[in-house]
């Protein structure tokens, strides 16, 4: 069947290039070659529109491949700039905190140790991290850790090459503080702890019924304990209100140190400060 459909289409073709071929030497077409045109036009139509609708149809499948390309092409770029874009924004920020602790470590009166947060566990969010120093690098159990902004934790295991950091948001650490506003000579006004129900905050408790407190009133540590040299900043008193005994004050206190962005941290190894000095800083 499809030979035969061959034979016919490869006869109406000569027909047809023999009446061109023929009738520009004539002025008119006979009858039968006008018959054979009228019959096989639309045979010729149809294969003029599927040859024009192929060459349409590759047309377009190639310039959607085209158009898939570059876009690609956009899109791998773009994400290319993106990755620079955040690569340029974690330098920066990097570049800031870097500069923050180098000023800090040149006005405090501290022997620092700066360290690297190398690993905390996500179960564990607000109790420990781990830092990349340790005995090698003098550093020792109950050692305060501390950025610029105020205090950490202390040091709570070490190894050769790093050690753990209990944070103070961790309900097995509490600070003997102060409140720097008010503080008479001697006098502790509480005890910092972390905050059994609102993680990433402090509570501070025992504070006498008498002391003026208010909120904002920023938080120091006593320097009792021997763990925490007096002065360092805790933070700040958010809500105050009388114990579930109804004899002495506690407080919501919101640390200085944002615990969730633990990147760089300095260790305390030592202090400069004549004794019964306090540190002031108004930055920290």
Known sequence: MARRFLVFLSLVMLLLAAIHFTGDLRSRYTF????????IAPVQGFFSQVGWRTYHFIRVVRDHDLLLAENEM??????????????????????????????????????????QVVARNPAHWFETITIDRGLADG???????????????NVLKVSGSSAQVLLL??????????????????????????HPE???YLRM??????????PGDTVISSGLGGVFSKGLIIGQLVEIGADQYGLLQQAVVR??????????????????LPQGQDFKHEGL
């Open 32 to 39: 039968a070659e006008e018959l054979l045109l009228s019959a």
């Open 74 to 115: 956009l899109r791998q770029e773009e994400m290319a700039q993106d990755k620079i874009r955040h690569q340029l924004m974690e330098l920066q920020k990097e570049n800031y905190r870097l500069r923050q602790m180098l000023g800090f470590r040149e006005r405090v009166p501290f022997t620092l140790l700066p360290a």
């Open 139 to 153: 550093v020792a159990e109950d050692m305060a850790v501390v950025t610029a902004e105020g205090l950490v934790g």
């Open 169 to 194: 948001t961790d309900p097995r650490r509490a600070v003997s503080a102060l409140i720097q506003r008010t503080r008479e000579p001697g006098t502790v006004a509480g005890i910092v702890e972390g």
């Open 198 to 200: 609102e993680k990433g």
């Open 205 to 214: 408790l025992n504070i006498p019924p008498g002391a003026k407190l208010q």
């Open 255 to 272: 640390s200085a140190v944002d615990f969730n962005r633990l990147e760089e941290v300095f260790v305390v190894t030592g202090q400069t």
